[in-house]
C-alpha cells in the first residue's frame, strides 16, 4: 500500500526506522538542516515534509505530524503500518497548568489523557490509558540525567480544542496532576501500541496558561536545543 495517500515514497528503506516527529513541517526541515547530515527529503505532499539522514553515523528520519490528532493520527498510521518504522519521537511544545511547571521546562508525557474519542475505534470495554513506550522512556531519563538536563515526567493532556468554550476548563485537569497540554501525543501513543511499535512525546512548555507567560514563535522555532538533543541521542 505505498505510496500511500499523504506520504510519497514508493520504496521500503528511504524512511528510517526511527522518526522524529515535530508539529511544524518547517521544523522539520529545520532540524534536518541544523543536526542530520546529509539530509534527503522524501515527502512534500501537503507540505508535510519529511527528510532523511544520519546523526552520528545512524539513519534517522524527521517529519512534520501537523496540529491535532487526527493530522498526526494520519502521518503515525502511514509510517507505522506502511513504512516499517518502529520508533516515534514527538517533539512539540505545550502549555503547563500547574504552578511548578515553567516556560521552557521540558516535559516528557509517560501518559496522555486525553478529550479525544480516537480510543472508540478499538472498541475497548472500559478507557484506555495512552503510554509512553517503557524502552524510550528510560534511554531518554538516562540522555537527560547524563546530560544534566531537567526533565519532568508525568501525565499530560492530548486536548481536541484549543480555544474552548469554556477557558478555565483545564484546572480540573490541573486537579488531576496532570502537567501541561498539547495536542497530539494520546493518538500517537495509541497509533503506536496498536501496531506494536515505540512512542515517546518530549515537550518544551511554550506557554503557562497559569502565569500567562509565553515564548515567541522564533524561540518555538530555534531555541529548543536540549529536547532536540535528548531526541536525537534518543534515536
Ligand atoms: N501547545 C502549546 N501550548 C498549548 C496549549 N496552551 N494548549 C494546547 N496545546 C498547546
Request: proline letters at 5%; one cysteine or more.
Amino acid at each position: 500500500m505505498i505510496p500511500t495517500p499523504h506520504i510519497n515514497v514508493s520504496e521500503q528503506g528511504v524512511i528510517a526506522e526511527t522518526v522524529l516527529m515535530p508539529g511544524d513541517p518547517l521544523r522539520a526541515k529545520f532540524i534536518a538542516e541544523t543536526y542530520l547530515e546529509n539530509p534527503v527529503q522524501f515527502n512534500s505532499v501537503r507540505n508535510m515534509f519529511g527528510f532523511t539522514g544520519t546523526y552520528k553515523g545512524k539513519k534517522v528520519s524527521v517529519m512534520g505530524s501537523g496540529m491535532g490528532m487526527p493530522s498526526i493520527g494520519i502521518y503515525s498510521y502511514e509510517l507505522l503500518n506502511f513504512y516499517g518504522v518502529k520508533n516515534i519521537i514527538r517533539i512539540g511544545s505545550c502549555g503547563a497548568i500547574q504552578e511548578d511547571v515553567k516556560i521552557r521546562d521540558i516535559i516528557i508525557g509517560m501518559s496522555a489523557s486525553t478529550t479525544s474519542n480516537y480510543a472508540s475505534q478499538y472498541n475497548l470495554p472500559g478507557t484506555y490509558a495512552p503510554t509512553a513506550s517503557w524502552p524510550l522512556m528510560k534511554k531518554a531519563l538516562t540522555i537527560a540525567e547524563n546530560k544534566a538536563i531537567p526533565v519532568k515526567v508525568g501525565n499530560i493532556l492530548s486536548a481536541d480544542i484549543f480555544y474552548d468554550d469554556e477557558p478555565e476548563v483545564w484546572k480540573r485537569w490541573a486537579r488531576m496532576g496532570v502537567l501541561a497540554i498539547e495536542m497530539e501525543a494520546a493518538a500517537l501513543y495509541m497509533n503506536a501500541a496498536r501496531a506494536g511499535a515505540n512512542a515517546i512525546c518530549i515537550l518544551t512548555v511554550s506557554d503557562s496558561l497559569v502565569s500567562h507567560e509565553a515564548t515567541s514563535a522564533e524561540e518555538r522555532q530555534t531555541s529548543f536545543t536540549n529536547m532536540m538533543e535528548i531526541a536525537l541521542e534518543l534515536a
